[in-house]
């Protein structure tokens, strides 16, 4: 039954990847590819992946949609012209068919899909199924790899979320004069979803709710599905759906620019002093076994605390590149 | 099921395609990003598939069972990073596009290219 499902899913998958490229109306398409994002979550949790399909929604469904139309109402919703010249068609059909022949004849390589004998299952994933109730001592293993084991690739990926939020904020960042608005127009754009009773009704009772949820899936992140990169998506998703309702302004009120640039560079730098201070207290870099007397107790509290830094800044950068696009928009 | 063995692969593959198509074959540079995604996504299918174990279930000991089949927690890991490192770089793009809209007007790959040419 879930194998029939899983293809039905699969199927759907392609059939609206086609539909996003063949779509004249670039806003369809935004709408349609936050459909895709949320058939992917479902795949991934059919395929045992938790973890990852929380993040897949929130992210994919949620966050990226809402980038997607900011920068929508930016530079216009219609595809001037569908594609390039008919011979730069044919080539880059020609090129999608030779690497999907390549790909196709490669995967009948591959080992079947669900076969527990496979290479991939055989070399560190073991080892870390059987040392993290005892190094860890933490039920949610996707949590323990991602926050100790691999403690520095997550580091380096928190870097690059931070590079990219300040990125988009120098570049947005930059004054223009190409484009002023009247007053009532402004007026207009910055009322946004104010009058509209019943989004907003609706909206201001899920916000507390979206941001408990944001809250349960930090700090329970070690016992069940969730951590720091999920979390920050659904707090970053709260408080964009507050902005939307009642206004980007209102918006900033609520977290002034001061504070989440606080929040996106004070994240990645807990989580660099959480290591320092492993080194400090003579151990290795981000071997939190060194921050309390029992090993396990002290990789809970470098876990806790690195999560921490995760969500702060995951949070910080998703909002910030909000407001970079919807205050763009309303100048 | 041996036909089936090999599915996600073959969605894969022409997820991958079908994203590769737009970057390609598309001019608007918003279209292109939406194309990239598509191409995100596929890799992410890929990885999350091969984690996959028959019988098995999510990586987390539920009431301290280790006995069960458990799928493979390291591509999980690799993917959950990957999808929020890939929103924050598809949001600079988009930036970057919002800017080359502002400058010539146009978010076309040909008018800008005329553009740069004519000047």
């Given at each position: 039954?879930?194998?029939?499902?899983?293809?039905?899913?699969?199927?759907?998958?392609?059939?609206?990847?086609l539909?996003?490229?063949?779509?004249?109306d670039?806003?369809?398409?935004?709408?349609?590819?936050?459909?895709?994002?949320?058939?992917?979550a479902v795949?991934f949790?059919l395929l045992?992946?938790?973890?990852?399909?929380?993040?897949?929604?929130?992210v994919?469904?949620?966050?990226?949609?809402?980038?997607?139309?900011?920068?929508?109402?930016l530079?216009?919703?219609?595809?001037?012209?569908h594609?390039?010249?008919?011979?730069?068609?044919?080539?880059a059909?020609?090129?999608s068919?030779?690497?999907?022949s390549?790909l196709?004849?490669?995967?009948?390589?591959?080992p079947?899909?669900?076969d527990?004998?496979?290479?991939v299952?055989q070399h560190?994933?073991?080892?870390?199924?059987a040392n993290?109730?005892?190094?860890?001592?933490?039920?949610n293993?996707?949590?323990?790899?991602?926050?100790s084991?691999?403690?520095?690739?997550?580091?380096?990926?928190?870097?690059v979320?931070?590079?990219?939020?300040?990125?988009v904020m120098?570049?947005?960042g930059?004054?223009?004069?190409l484009?002023e608005?009247?007053?009532?127009?402004?007026?207009a754009?910055?009322?946004?979803?104010?009058?509209?009773?019943?989004?907003?009704?609706?909206g201001?009772?899920m916000?507390?709710?979206?941001?408990?949820?944001a809250?349960?899936?930090?700090?329970?992140?070690?016992?069940?599905?969730?951590?720091?990169?999920q979390?920050?998506?659904?707090?970053?998703?709260?408080?964009i759906?507050?902005?939307?309702l009642?206004?980007?302004?209102?918006?900033?009120?609520?977290?002034?620019?001061?504070?989440?640039?606080?929040?996106?560079?004070?994240?990645?730098?807990?989580?660099?002093g959480v290591?320092?201070?492993?080194?400090?207290?003579?151990?290795?870099?981000?071997?939190?076994?060194?921050?309390?007397?029992?090993?396990?107790?002290?990789?809970?509290?470098g876990?806790?605390?690195?999560?921490?830094?995760?969500?702060?800044t995951?949070?910080?950068v998703?909002?910030?590149?909000?407001?970079?696009?919807a205050?763009?928009?309303?100048? | 099921?041996?036909?089936?063995?090999?599915?996600?692969?073959?969605?894969?593959?022409?997820?991958?395609?079908?994203?590769?198509y737009?970057?390609?074959?598309?001019?608007?540079?918003?279209?292109?990003?939406?194309?990239?995604?598509?191409?995100?996504?596929?890799?992410f299918l890929?990885?999350?598939?091969?984690?996959?174990?028959e019988?098995?279930t999510?990586?987390?000991?539920?009431?301290?069972n280790?006995?069960?089949?458990?799928?493979?927690p390291?591509?999980q890991?690799l993917?959950?990073?990957?999808?929020v490192?890939?929103?924050?770089?598809?949001?600079?793009?988009?930036?970057?596009?919002v800017?080359?809209r502002?400058?010539?007007?146009?978010?076309?790959?040909?008018?800008?290219?005329?553009?740069?040419?004519?000047?």
């Amino acid at each position: 039954m879930t194998l029939i499902f899983g293809v039905f899913l699969l199927i759907l998958l392609v059939i609206v990847a086609l539909a996003i490229v063949r779509s004249e109306d670039l806003f369809a398409a935004v709408m349609l590819s936050g459909i895709f994002s949320l058939l992917m979550a479902v795949n991934f949790f059919l395929l045992d992946a938790a973890d990852v399909a929380l993040t897949e929604a929130a992210v994919g469904a949620g966050v990226a949609t809402v980038l997607f139309l900011g920068a929508l109402a930016l530079t216009g919703k219609e595809e001037a012209r569908h594609t390039v010249s008919p011979g730069g068609r044919w080539l880059a059909l020609g090129v999608s068919f030779a690497t999907a022949s390549l790909l196709f004849y490669a995967s009948l390589e591959n080992p079947h899909i669900g076969d527990g004998s496979a290479p991939v299952h055989q070399h560190v994933a073991p080892w870390y199924l059987a040392n993290t109730l005892p190094l860890i001592d933490i039920p949610n293993v996707v949590t323990a790899v991602l926050g100790s084991f691999r403690g520095f690739d997550t580091l380096g990926e928190v870097f690059v979320v931070f590079t990219a939020g300040i990125g988009v904020m120098s570049i947005l960042g930059v004054r223009h004069s190409l484009v002023e608005l009247s007053g009532a127009e402004l007026d207009a754009r910055q009322r946004s979803l104010r009058h509209h009773l019943i989004p907003r009704i609706v909206g201001r009772g899920m916000v507390p709710l979206i941001m408990l949820f944001a809250l349960y899936v930090q700090f329970h992140g070690e016992y069940s599905p969730g951590g720091g990169f999920q979390a920050g998506a659904i707090a970053a998703a709260a408080i964009i759906l507050y902005s939307l309702l009642e206004g980007d302004d209102r918006g900033r009120e609520l977290l002034p620019e001061w504070l989440l640039r606080l929040m996106v560079a004070g994240g990645a730098l807990l989580y660099g002093g959480v290591g320092l201070a492993c080194v400090l207290l003579g151990g290795n870099f981000l071997d939190y076994s060194v921050l309390a007397t029992v090993p396990s107790a002290g990789q809970h509290l470098g876990l806790l605390l690195i999560e921490l830094g995760v969500g702060i800044t995951v949070t910080g950068v998703l909002i910030s590149v909000f407001h970079a696009f919807a205050r763009r928009a309303s100048r | 099921m041996a036909i089936l063995a090999y599915f996600n692969y073959w969605v894969f593959a022409v997820l991958l395609v079908i994203g590769l198509y737009a970057v390609i074959a598309k001019t608007n540079l918003v279209k292109q990003l939406i194309g990239l995604s598509i191409f995100q996504g596929a890799v992410f299918l890929l990885y999350i598939s091969m984690n996959k174990v028959e019988g098995g279930t999510a990586p987390i000991f539920l009431n301290g069972n280790t006995e069960r089949i458990f799928s493979n927690p390291l591509p999980q890991v690799l993917i959950l990073t990957a999808i929020v490192v890939g929103i924050a770089t598809t949001a600079l793009g988009l930036a970057v596009v919002v800017r080359i809209r502002e400058e010539y007007g146009s978010v076309e790959e040909d008018d800008i290219k005329a553009q740069d040419v004519g000047s």
